[in-house]
């Protein structure tokens, strides 16, 4: 099953199952978050849920899509009353590809770089036997449900970055339920976007490069295989299509398993609140920063992986404002 969130002036929030170029707007629950808590509550399937919900009120897919409707998609799920209680975050060096981009950023003279070998521990030991634990991944912090974007919203490069670049992966959406135990509600197409340009000059600048506005959308799939994966990344200039490539995920094209990095990123406690919702980008396969892009402003990403539905597009936007130092008053 496919669902989308959507906003209206005047209606305000609403869910909506995927029914080809129609959207099932659903009955009671007003957004995926609320679905799953319901579901969880009734201890039914989220997909089930969602269809004993489903209404007879449809919307025209494709204007909402192609922004000629006053509804507008959002990301494809958050914690709708407090976003701060979405925590946004990653694993890198999943992909043998984004690995090797990351070792040629930082390669000097050693033979082998601190991001091939630790994507090598995930080669050896990513993908252990079921119910025991494999090496750990890298981790990452994004930030906030308030870093969140859905389709069709610009992508931020703040005052203060050096660059800001597309990274085409899928993520896994999750809420914790009321024993602490992460539930995954599904995937969905991502654009997990950092600055390349910070992260080069020092990979000890990982961890800020990282704090950006990204995108995933618009829709959420409930039971997507996640196996072999294939989709392409684009960019688009003035109108015309300046770089592209295919691109692969899925466990057979990954060093962890999923269930891995799911291991390693609710072993901790606090990552365990009940309530709390989790959006955790899987890693990417390729980008345009690798090969020598420079994104410009009104630049336009696009990512689409077969299975997920339609493409995630997101615009440029460069803060042309001069930065400002931000002081820390006495109390």
């Given at each position: 099953m496919h669902l989308v969130q959507l906003k209206h002036l005047k209606e305000g929030r609403r869910a909506a199952i995927v029914d080809g170029a129609r959207l099932h707007l659903l009955k009671t629950h007003r957004t995926l978050y609320d679905l799953a808590q319901a579901a969880l509550e009734a201890g039914k399937k989220f997909a089930e849920t969602a269809e004993e919900d489903r209404s007879s009120s449809t919307l025209d897919y494709d204007y909402i899509y192609q922004d000629r409707s006053e509804w507008q998609l959002l990301q494809a799920f958050d914690h709708p009353r407090e976003p701060a209680r979405c925590l946004v975050s990653g694993t890198g060096l999943t992909h043998k590809a984004s690995a090797q981009n990351r070792a040629n950023m930082h390669q000097q003279q050693a033979a082998i770089t601190d991001s091939m070998r630790m994507y090598e521990w995930?080669?050896?030991?990513?993908?252990?036997?079921?119910?025991?634990?494999?090496?750990?991944?890298?981790?990452?912090?994004?930030?906030?449900?308030?870093?969140?974007?859905?389709?069709?919203?610009?992508?931020?490069?703040?005052?203060?970055?050096?660059?800001?670049?597309?990274?085409?992966?899928?993520?896994?959406?999750?809420?914790?339920?009321?024993?602490?135990?992460?539930?995954?509600?599904?995937?969905?197409?991502?654009?997990?976007?950092?600055?390349?340009?910070?992260?080069?000059?020092?990979?000890?600048?990982?961890?800020?490069?990282?704090?950006?506005?990204?995108?995933?959308?618009?829709?959420?799939?409930?039971?997507?295989?996640?196996?072999?994966?294939?989709?392409?990344?684009?960019?688009?200039?003035?109108?015309?299509?300046?770089?592209?490539?295919?691109?692969?995920?899925?466990e057979s094209h990954m060093c962890h398993t999923t269930a891995n990095l799911e291991h390693h990123h609710f072993k901790y406690p606090e990552h365990r609140r009940p309530g709390d919702a989790h959006v955790h980008f899987f890693g990417a396969d390729a980008f345009s920063f690798g090969e020598g892009i420079a994104l410009e402003d009104g630049d336009v990403m696009s990512v689409s992986f077969a299975g997920f539905g339609r493409a995630l597009k997101n615009t440029i936007r460069i803060d042309r404002f001069a930065q400002e130092c931000v002081r820390a008053l006495p109390l």
């Open positions: 995930g080669v050896e030991g990513g993908s252990p036997a079921a119910g025991e634990i494999g090496a750990q991944p890298e981790w990452f912090y994004k930030g906030n449900g308030l870093i969140l974007r859905g389709h069709g919203d610009p992508l931020l490069i703040p005052a203060f970055a050096e660059d800001g670049g597309e990274e085409p992966e899928i993520a896994g959406v999750y809420i914790v339920d009321g024993e602490g135990r992460p539930r995954r509600v599904g995937l969905t197409i991502a654009n997990e976007f950092s600055d390349h340009k910070m992260e080069k000059r020092n990979y000890l600048y990982l961890a800020p490069s990282k704090l950006r506005t990204c995108s995933i959308g618009p829709e959420l799939v409930t039971d997507a295989a996640f196996d072999l994966v294939e989709g392409e990344v684009g960019i688009e200039r003035g109108g015309r299509t300046l770089w592209s490539r295919p691109i692969r995920s899925g």
